[in-house]
């Protein structure tokens, strides 16, 4: 297919941001890319392989910058000025070439073959002179193609093509194009187990049926983990869950999937991203576990004294996260144990469609319990008291309350589900001052006085997924310390876009418009019904939103968290609700 054609759609899902618009152009796109869906459906995520596999592009704006410079003979300085002005490197591309005479010269029609082969090499090109091999692979392409075809080649190649659309309505446009919708409940399934959107597009323009209903978890693809809903009091979890329940204990620490086969070990978070290379301690203790051949774990990683029994403060291994040097030492600076909750493959054995009750005794049987590889400790009641003094316990320990788990035949484990076979019960639920969101960043607002050469406040907003937009939710201006009060310009200005992103539906304007993309957690006191914020709009109240009053930040940034992943809209509903009736 030709690029020019990819362009054309692209420009067409700007103008958009309904999702049902969103969903239709990307079905006649997929159809129309034939033999490349897969590179077509990377190239729509601005990437050139899965996340998990760590593939970057690797180019820098200088060097963008430099070469448009080359092919359009225009001073580099002046296209420097020119990108301040337009803030868009994309759209300083477009111009450059629309007003280029060489364009007419050189350009001739690239296809998506052609990009993507190109960005592909530029990615696998290391070592000595790899700088100018890869500069001229790109202006090669820049000298080729339209004036669009360069705006967007320009924004994949610096990771920047944030078209805001939604993994999700990439998989429905998939669903609706190749006519899976009768399936599409096992072709989500089968995207949660391997989020790998290239691969199943191939799958599905295959028609490969009987590949998508049996698809379950596989050793070293990393799948969405399963998540769990929240709740006030035990006496309301009893009574959802059916009588007899499992109490764990809350770890505060980092989700980890670990992946056995042959005593190769591979761990991932909870973003799908492989951290193996920061817990080797953890790697070596797995290793020992040769009960499991080929299987998959799942738990949290959490700082953790086996001499004193003592788990430390979250923070503690977030020092450790992104540290690349000297890990043996950390880690014995900072021992790491990591406690296990479930199982979902062993040995061949797809366990996710199992109950829980029967991988957790997989589990225990798979598992031999060391100082570095524990299991979360449970107990199994219906006596409220006996879970309440558990709970107890579990604050006392240093967790962060319980998450209760449902005995049910039917308590599957559903990768990348919020469901009601798990409920998270903390100490904070207790009172509603105390609650925590992970809520997303989408606006900043310059601050004034003291604050004047930084911003004042952010505006932060919740994941809609059935709209595939983020909705506003409060303004955050508390809870910096001043290192990170003044660095927030640096921290973001990545990120900074010019206009109102496509997936975000703010009534508030800010002063600079931030892409969705990170994520914080925030306490709050209370859910308000809000004429300004457009969480949930129209739900409560006609024309209003939720908003969060008095928020405040932890101090905890939620990099392991996707913003798509982050508190969503509809359990903010939930916690309003709740709250309502005195929860
Ligand atoms: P939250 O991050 O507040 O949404 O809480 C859910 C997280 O708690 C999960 O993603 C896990 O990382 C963590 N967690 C800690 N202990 C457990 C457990 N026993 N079962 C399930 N999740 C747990």
């Not at 989500?188 to 049996?214: M, Q, T, V």
């Not at 639920?429 to 006085?449: K, R």
Request: glycine letters at 8%; proline letters at 3%.
């Amino acid at each position: 297919m030709l690029f020019s054609r990819f362009s054309e759609y692209l420009n067409q899902m700007t103008e958009t941001s309904k999702r049902l618009e969103l969903k239709s152009i990307l079905s006649s796109l997929f159809l129309e890319s034939g033999s490349d869906i897969k590179k077509t459906v990377y190239l729509i995520q601005g990437k050139i392989a899965p996340d998990y596999e760590g593939k970057e592009i690797g180019l820098a704006d200088k060097t963008i910058l430099e070469i448009l410079s080359e092919i359009s003979g225009i001073d580099k300085d002046e296209i420097t000025k020119k990108l301040a002005k337009v803030g868009d490197i994309g759209t300083v591309a477009y111009e450059i070439k629309a007003k280029s005479s060489q364009q007419m010269l050189f350009q001739e029609d690239i296809t998506i073959e052609d990009v993507f082969g190109t960005l592909k090499s530029i990615s696998e090109k290391k070592g000595g002179g790899s700088t100018r091999i890869k500069r001229d692979l790109m202006k090669r392409l820049l000298l080729s193609g339209s004036p669009d075809d360069a705006k967007y080649i320009v924004r994949i190649a610096l990771g920047k093509l944030r078209l805001g659309v939604a993994d999700s309505t990439i998989l429905q446009g998939l669903i609706e194009a190749f006519n899976f919708v009768d399936l599409s409940e096992d072709v989500e399934n089968y995207y949660n187990f391997s989020p790998d959107l290239g691969n199943l597009s191939e799958i599905l323009k295959k028609d490969d049926r009987d590949e998508i209903r049996n698809f379950g978890p596989r050793t070293f693809v990393p799948f969405k983990v399963m998540l769990a809903e929240r709740m006030q009091g035990i006496p309301s979890i009893l009574e959802k869950m059916g009588g007899e329940v499992a109490f764990e204990y809350k770890y505060d620490g980092l989700r980890a999937q670990v992946h056995i086969r042959d005593g190769k070990i591979k761990i991932f978070s909870r973003g799908n991203e492989e951290t193996t290379s920061q817990f080797p301690d953890v790697v070596e203790a797995m290793k020992r576990q040769v009960l499991i051949k080929d299987g998959i774990v799942d738990g949290e990683l959490v700082p953790y004294n086996p001499e004193t029994e003592e788990i430390y403060p979250f923070q503690e291994v977030s020092r450790r996260r992104g540290r690349k040097k000297d890990l043996l030492n950390i880690a014995d600076e900072i021992p790491i144990t990591l406690f296990l909750f479930d199982i979902v493959y062993l040995n061949g054995r797809d366990l996710s469609r199992k109950g829980y009750s029967e991988r957790r005794r997989n589990l225990e049987e798979a598992i031999q319990p060391t100082e570095k590889i524990k299991l979360a400790r449970r107990i199994i009641s219906s006596d409220a008291s006996e879970l309440e003094a558990f709970f107890e316990l579990s604050i006392e320990n240093g967790c962060e309350g319980i998450v209760a788990k449902s005995l049910s035949e039917e308590s599957i484990y559903r990768a990348g589900a919020r469901g009601w076979n798990w409920i998270k019960y903390k100490r904070d639920y207790q009172s509603l001052v105390n609650d925590t969101f992970d809520l997303v960043v989408v606006g900043a607002f310059w601050g004034h006085g003291r604050r004047g050469k930084t911003y004042g406040a952010l505006l932060l907003a919740s994941f809609n997924p059935d709209k595939g937009v983020y909705e506003t939710f409060c303004k955050l201006g508390t809870g910096f310390t001043d290192e990170v009060l003044f660095s927030l310009p640096r921290i973001f200005s990545d990120l900074i876009v010019q206009g109102e992103p496509n997936n975000v539906d703010a009534a508030l304007k800010p002063d600079v418009w931030i892409y969705p993309e990170k994520v914080m957690e925030v306490k709050g006191a209370e859910i308000t019904v809000s004429p300004v914020h457009t969480c949930n709009k129209g739900l409560i109240e006609k024309g209003m939103g939720l908003a969060l009053r008095f928020p405040r930040f932890t101090g905890r940034w939620r990099d392991d968290k996707k913003p798509e992943s982050s508190t969503n809209s509809e359990e903010i509903l939930e916690i309003y609700k709740n709250q309502k009736k005195g929860l």
